[in-house]
């Protein structure tokens, strides 16, 4: 009989978190949704549970160093084999260089970038104990540098806070597959697509569902799959 394997989605009470929680959840996974609110996390809970979903709630601000502290303890008994980092804050507009506060652009990278740092390292020694540990960094493509430079590509507005706190994050991604080369441990950077959330006012064209599809193709990949690359539903995106 094979084991229930566990997740954990950070950022998971709505949007594509959730759906990232509910289509692992659909494999049969144990799926830790993580929220700030926990009000609103524990919706999301009951929510998945009434489709049949083995779903439980991880209160955690990604942004705080006992908040996530706590939730890796809350964990402890479990255990974790994949993590999604996938909560992420835009920052608002304007976000020129020239316009942008100084001040937003440290609010968007300690959530977008130290969020993924903080956590992924408070859950290593739990992803260690897995015999397939996996984790997902929700990227974006409006942060490969490649396609910024590209004359005609579509790459969203300017934007020197979330697109740039992506390209760090992507930056940061391949660093973690450098140090962790060797060990059982797939770490990759998924971008979900243009997809209508709250985080853009719902003006995406693709549905969350659509957008949770990388992230759980990342999740299950198999042992000796990719690591230190970057996805998005039609293949690798260049750094």
């Known amino acids: 009989m094979t084991e229930t394997k566990t997740a954990l989605v950070t950022g998971a009470n709505k949007g594509i978190g959730y759906e990232i929680a509910a289509g692992l959840g659909a494999l049969g996974w144990?799926?830790?949704v993580g929220s700030r609110d926990a009000g609103r996390g524990e919706a999301a809970v009951a929510k998945l549970r009434a489709a049949g979903i083995d779903a439980f709630g991880v209160p955690i601000d990604v942004t705080d160093d006992?908040?996530?502290t706590a939730a890796a303890g809350l964990l402890e008994e479990?255990?974790?084999?994949?993590l999604v980092n996938n909560a992420a804050i835009t920052g608002g507009m304007p976000q020129e260089p020239t316009k942008v506060d100084p001040a937003t652009v440290r609010t968007v990278v300690e959530t977008n970038v130290l969020g993924v740092i903080r956590v992924t390292n408070a859950m290593l020694p739990l992803l260690r104990r897995s015999p397939s540990p996996r984790i997902v960094n929700m990227s974006s493509t409006v942060g490969s540098l490649t396609r910024q430079t590209t004359p005609g590509a579509e790459t969203g507005p300017i934007s020197?806070?979330?697109?740039a706190s992506?390209?760090?994050l992507n930056a940061v991604t391949i660093q973690y597959a450098k140090e962790l080369v060797g060990t059982d441990i797939l770490i990759n950077a998924g971008c979900p697509g243009f997809c209508a959330t709250?985080?853009?006012?719902f003006r995406g064209v693709r549905t969350p569902e659509q957008g949770a599809a990388i992230a759980i193709?990342?999740?299950t990949l198999p042992d000796g799959g990719p690591t230190g690359t970057f996805h998005d539903d039609d293949g690798p995106v260049p750094w």
């Open 30 to 32: 144990s799926v830790g």
């Open 66 to 68: 006992a908040s996530v």
């Open 78 to 82: 479990r255990g974790l084999d994949v």
């Open 160 to 163: 020197a806070a979330y697109a």
């Open 166 to 168: 992506k390209t760090f």
């Open 198 to 201: 709250d985080l853009n006012g």
């Open 217 to 219: 193709h990342l999740a």
